[in-house]
Structure formats: structure tokens, C-alpha cells
DNA sequence: ATGAATATGTAGCAATGCTACGTATCGATT
DNA sequence: AATCGATACGTAGCATTGCTACATATTCAT
């Protein structure tokens, strides 16, 4: 997958991710990578950012505990973040969309 | 369209404009925002450096002509930049693909 | 005891598209 | 003739974003 392709569509890979639930960086990296057959195989280095971006967004709110020893940073959807995931998920179609098209059709030669 | 969606693939949209036949930028714009209806309306200053990025990876190559008092700097496919666009659309469907099935599963909860 | 998996985090970088300019010609309207 | 919109090219600087590389710590299997 290339690098940049990701780019301005990760937050909505983010929220889809939490929508069952309440979920830590390290359980979304693995979501979003067995959810994709492998394709977003996503280092901390973005993820974790981009949670913290999210929060500070209000999409998404977070909470401390500690599971077996080790500690967990899980987040949860906000009301805000369900709205920006259906406005993420519009337009997303619209974009694909749009690119399909352009991409298929190649595009019938003007002048 | 959100600003950052496109990063990543304008490439594509630019090669696969050029795939009929050569085109002048500003054709490129209108192509591109024909064939989208209106979803990307690209400004100038986001085609032309992009077109010269092209040239400089040796995708499209540029010559000047002259129409109607009016200079234009026309792009033409080069054979990497059709072996490109082939890459792009392969790459498009697997990202597409994967987004598409993670936005729209939400993802089941793990632990 | 050693290393893999689990778990979080940051600093700095590279890439990319956009904003806001600037220049110039042509055709239609006033 | 003057003005304005469409056509046509371009650049400097910016903001955003995801990635690389690193640092830390615990648990579990070898």
C-alpha cells in the first residue's frame, strides 16, 4: 500500500473501528489490520497521534485501566464522533466514487 | 470534498486524463471536474506543480504550443506513465477495496 | 535469561495539495 | 475604449498528515 494513500482517511478508519465498541491503539491497530486482509498494517506512530488528535476533535474520549499488568489507554466514540463517522462514511462514497469513474473512464479527449 | 482525501492520488486522476490523448493543464482541470461532476474542482495551483512532478519522474513529457494568441504547455503520456497508471488503478481497487470494508463493518469488538 | 508479543509514547521528517498571489491574451459587453 | 469573465500559465509559502526511528515497560514462552 502506498504511503500517502492513507492520507485524509484514516480518522474514519479510526472511528469505524471504535463503533462496536470501546477499544485501545494497540486493539485498533490489529482491527484495522485483520479487517483489511492485511492492507493497513499501521505502526504507533500514526496511530497513537491520530487517537490523540481525535480526542483532542472531541470524536473520541479516553480512559486509563489495566489489564493483566499492563496498562491501557481505551477509547470510546463520542455522539460528535458517531456524526463525523456517518459524514466520514458519505464522504468516502462520494470520493471513491468519483475516482472510480475518472480512473476507469480514462477520460474522452477535450479540444 | 474534504481538502486532505485527494493526497496521494491526484496521480492517478492526472495520468489517467492524459490516457486518450495529450492535454494542455487547464483541459486537465476541466476533465477532471466534468468527469467528477463537480466533485474536484482542482486549482491551479495544485494541477500545474503536480504535472511538473509528473514530468520530473519522467511519467508525461511537455511541449509549448500556440493557439489563438493563448501559449500552452501541452502533457502527453509517457510508456512508464502508462505502466503507472496501471499501478495506480490496481492500487486503487486494493485501497479502495479495504477502506470500503472497514468503514462499512465497523469492525466486531476484540477484547 | 532471552526474546517475542503486548502496550504506550514522542521528535523530527517528507510529501502533498491548497491558498493567495502575479502575469497575460481573447472575446463579449457596456 | 474600457471593463470583465474566461482562458492559460506559473510560484512561494503554508498546513496537514502519516511515517521513521527511537525510548520505555510488562508478560509469557523458550
Chains 1, 2 share one sequence.
Not at 487517537?51 to 477509547?75: I, M
Request: aromatic share 6%.
Amino acid at each position: 500500500m502506498r504511503a500517502e494513500a492513507l492520507k485524509g482517511h484514516l480518522d474514519g478508519l479510526l472511528l469505524a473501528s471504535l463503533e462496536a465498541g470501546p477499544l485501545h491503539g494497540y486493539a485498533v491497530i490489529e482491527v484495522l489490520r485483520d479487517g483489511s486482509s492485511g492492507h493497513f498494517d499501521l505502526p504507533t506512530g500514526t496511530v497513537y497521534p491520530a487517537l490523540r488528535r481525535l480526542e483532542g476533535a472531541g470524536l473520541v474520549q479516553s480512559g486509563w485501566s489495566v489489564v493483566s499488568g499492563r496498562r491501557r489507554r481505551t477509547y470510546e466514540l463520542t455522539p460528535a464522533g458517531r456524526r463525523a463517522l456517518n459524514d466520514q462514511r458519505t464522504l468516502w462514497d462520494e470520493f471513491s466514487g468519483a475516482v472510480s469513474a475518472l480512473l476507469r473512464r480514462g477520460a474522452e479527449a477535450a479540444t
